[in-house]
């Protein structure tokens, strides 16, 4: 097992996320245990120190069945993060009760990394908001030892992720974000590694592989690369892409059964980042994987200057070749969430007058019908 070091601690490389943990007859509610305590006996065995879990994950049991498992293992032998749910609005006053809560289903005295979790446009504001006592309640907690390491998910925009480091920034120890090498330009994940890399804060890695669709690619696509390396497997790019970033400590992977487990480890077991003609490559299977399905707007945002509405359609065009992309998910409704009735897609009256300007020629009008009628189900 390869390990990255974070000030005084050595951290495998590969994590053990616990949001796609095994389950019983298809309900993601219902973890198997046995079969889980397998995984993680294995992923013990061969290295793996750092495991990931929450408070919403598998409807709130995966803090419980983690915690339970790795009970039984001596507390230094692993590193235990958890976040706070501040994806539920209706949360954000409770961080005491659910904080105390996460300790207890854990079976743990302390968290070894704690994360104010997946700030976004949905939550930003009341993040920010200091009467609700977020930051003063975690930082009071890292004071007393009940949390060694604090830290930020974040699923927002770059501009999101800029408001709560202009604020908290400078007590962040490491941050999360959704990054791979189809999220390099796609989310622009490029472009928060460097603001990152500008606040001297390590990054851990969230969907690696995009929710599986990076583990597998077409017959083409995956002759190109086996040509550069032959006996290496189609996920393994995804993490050697990832070993191409100096910036990334941790790498989360979801893992559910036995086989993805050994192959992981497997692959983490060398650090072999890719040449230059190997990320070339990648790079243009993004890009094909993107053509696809996305609308190709350039943000040259002459089409807001003609809307009569006053849309920000760059980035609702953004927010619709995700969930066309992903094939639904909770990023674009999320973002959404945070925008006024009068702002959202459905609010297009379809007079085409950004049609007119747009140098893409997209047909923006029938994009945000089709968005909307999405949305609504």
Same mark, same amino acid.
């Given at each position: 097992?390869?390990?990255?070091?974070?000030?005084?601690?050595?951290?495998?490389?590969?994590?053990?996320?616990?949001?796609?943990?095994?389950?019983?007859?298809?309900?993601?509610?219902?973890?198997?245990?046995?079969?889980?305590?397998?995984?993680?006996?294995?992923?013990?065995?061969?290295?793996?120190?750092?495991?990931?879990?929450?408070?919403?994950?598998?409807?709130?049991?995966?803090?419980?069945?983690?915690?339970?498992?790795?009970?039984?293992?001596?507390?230094?032998?692993?590193?235990?993060?958890?976040?706070?749910?501040?994806?539920?609005?209706?949360?954000?006053?409770?961080?005491?009760?659910?904080?105390?809560?996460?300790?207890?289903?854990?079976?743990?005295?302390?968290?070894?990394?704690?994360?104010?979790?997946?700030?976004?446009?949905?939550?930003?504001?009341?993040?920010?908001?200091?009467?609700?006592?977020?930051?003063?309640?975690?930082?009071?907690?890292?004071?007393?030892?009940?949390?060694?390491?604090?830290?930020?998910?974040?699923?927002?925009?770059?501009?999101?992720?800029?408001?709560?480091?202009?604020?908290?920034?400078?007590?962040?120890?490491?941050?999360?974000?959704?990054?791979?090498?189809?999220?390099?330009?796609?989310?622009?994940?490029?472009?928060?590694?460097?603001?990152?890399?500008?606040?001297?804060?390590?990054?851990?890695?969230?969907?690696?592989?995009?929710?599986?669709?990076?583990?597998?690619?077409?017959?083409?696509?995956?002759?190109?690369?086996?040509?550069?390396?032959?006996?290496?497997?189609?996920?393994?790019?995804?993490?050697?892409?990832?070993?191409?970033?100096?910036?990334?400590?941790?790498?989360?992977?979801?893992?559910?059964?036995?086989?993805?487990?050994?192959?992981?480890?497997?692959?983490?077991?060398?650090?072999?980042?890719?040449?230059?003609?190997?990320?070339?490559?990648?790079?243009?299977?993004?890009?094909?994987?993107?053509? $696809?399905?996305?609308?190709? /707007?350039? *943000? +040259? #945002?002459? =089409?807001?200057?003609? @809307? !009569?509405?006053?849309?920000? &359609?760059?980035?609702?065009?953004?927010?619709?070749?995700?969930?066309?992309?992903?094939?639904?998910?909770?990023?674009?409704?999320?973002?959404?969430?945070?925008?006024?009735?009068? $702002?959202?897609?459905?609010? /297009?009256? *379809? +007079? #085409?007058? =950004?049609?007119?300007? @747009? !140098?893409?020629?997209?047909? &923006?009008?029938?994009?945000?019908?089709?968005?909307?009628?999405?949305?609504?189900?």
């Amino acid at each position: 097992m390869i390990y990255q070091a974070f000030q005084d601690l050595k951290l495998s490389a590969l994590g053990f996320g616990t949001m796609r943990l095994p389950v019983i007859h298809g309900n993601d509610s219902d973890i198997d245990e046995a079969k889980t305590a397998k995984l993680v006996a294995y992923a013990m065995e061969h290295g793996v120190n750092y495991y990931d879990t929450a408070w919403g994950y598998h409807a709130g049991n995966s803090e419980i069945v983690i915690g339970k498992i790795l009970k039984q293992y001596p507390r230094d032998s692993f590193y235990l993060a958890s976040k706070f749910p501040g994806y539920d609005l209706s949360n954000m006053d409770k961080v005491t009760e659910i904080f105390e809560k996460q300790l207890e289903k854990c079976q743990v005295e302390y968290f070894d990394f704690y994360l104010v979790h997946n700030v976004c446009e949905l939550n930003i504001d009341q993040y920010l908001d200091s009467t609700y006592g977020i930051y003063d309640y975690l930082t009071a907690q890292k004071k007393n030892g009940r949390i060694k390491h604090l830290g930020f998910s974040v699923h927002g925009s770059y501009d999101v992720t800029k408001r709560f480091l202009e604020v908290y920034g400078k007590d962040m120890e490491f941050c999360q974000i959704q990054l791979n090498y189809l999220d390099w330009t796609f989310q622009d994940a490029k472009a928060k590694v460097e603001l990152l890399k500008g606040w001297n804060i390590p990054i851990w890695v969230m969907e690696p592989l995009r929710g599986g669709k990076l583990a597998s690619l077409s017959e083409n696509d995956t002759a190109k690369l086996k040509a550069l390396r032959p006996e290496e497997t189609i996920p393994a790019w995804a993490f050697r892409f990832l070993q191409s970033i100096p910036e990334v400590v941790v790498t989360l992977s979801g893992m559910s059964d036995f086989t993805q487990v050994q192959e992981n480890i497997k692959t983490f077991e060398t650090d072999q980042p890719l040449n230059q003609t190997e990320w070339d490559a990648l790079m243009r299977i993004a890009d094909d994987m993107q053509g $696809k399905t996305s609308l190709p /707007c350039t *943000g +040259c #945002r002459y =089409c807001t200057s003609h @809307c !009569p509405m006053e849309l920000d &359609i760059p980035r609702l065009i953004e927010l619709y070749n995700e969930h066309v992309f992903t094939g639904g998910g909770f990023l674009a409704p999320m973002a959404l969430s945070a925008l006024p009735e009068e $702002k959202q897609p459905k609010s /297009c009256i *379809g +007079c #085409r007058s =950004c049609e007119a300007v @747009c !140098p893409q020629q997209i047909l &923006i009008s029938e994009m945000m019908t089709d968005f909307a009628e999405k949305m609504n189900g």
